[in-house]
């Protein structure tokens, strides 16, 4: 497994066939004297194809990120290629953007000291029969269990870090 740290310049439209889907993004590496870039290929099938489906909403054109990947040499008709496999991308854009602030406060981040994490998900509320509202007569006059549609839970996290300065 190979690490590749840089900027997303390009993402490419989602490509979706039978039970498979795709993205290339490109990332781009500036930290250097001569940039490099590479393109990087996230696919997924069946129950993962979420991944791939939401790379978008986590990643966006200009976020500073890691990617995991495996180098690979395929055949088509005759001809070569290679391939950039994901297997995870990490999107660093709090160091980049505490580092872009410590450098104009004149400070140098020296480590992280604190990491929280504040998720928010749905909280479903549940009845019952004997609780104080209803009590007793809710067993004798209970309706039937509705159908409930199928549909998706939003989770929202919040992460927050600290750096120790100097």
Do not use: C
């Amino acid at each position: 497994m190979a690490t590749f740290n840089g900027q997303i310049t390009h993402i490419l439209p989602i490509f979706e066939k039978d039970n498979m889907v795709s993205i290339e993004f490109r990332v781009e590496n500036v930290d250097g004297q001569y940039p490099t870039s590479a393109i990087f290929k996230k696919f997924a099938k069946d129950d993962n194809k979420k991944y791939v489906l939401e790379f978008e909403k986590y990643n966006k054109i200009g976020d500073i990120v890691e990617v995991e990947y495996s180098h690979r040499t395929n055949e088509w008709k005759g001809r070569w290629f290679n391939e950039n496999s994901v297997f995870k991308v990490t999107n660093l854009d709090a160091k980049a953007k505490a580092q872009v602030l410590a450098k104009s406060l004149g400070v140098k981040i020296i480590r992280v000291v604190n990491f929280s994490e504040d998720t928010q998900q749905p909280y479903m509320q549940y009845a019952r029969a004997d609780s104080a509202i209803g009590g007793a007569m809710m067993v004798k006059e209970a309706a039937p269990v509705p159908e409930l549609p199928k549909g998706e839970s939003k989770y929202t996290a919040n992460v927050n870090i600290v750096y120790e300065i100097r």
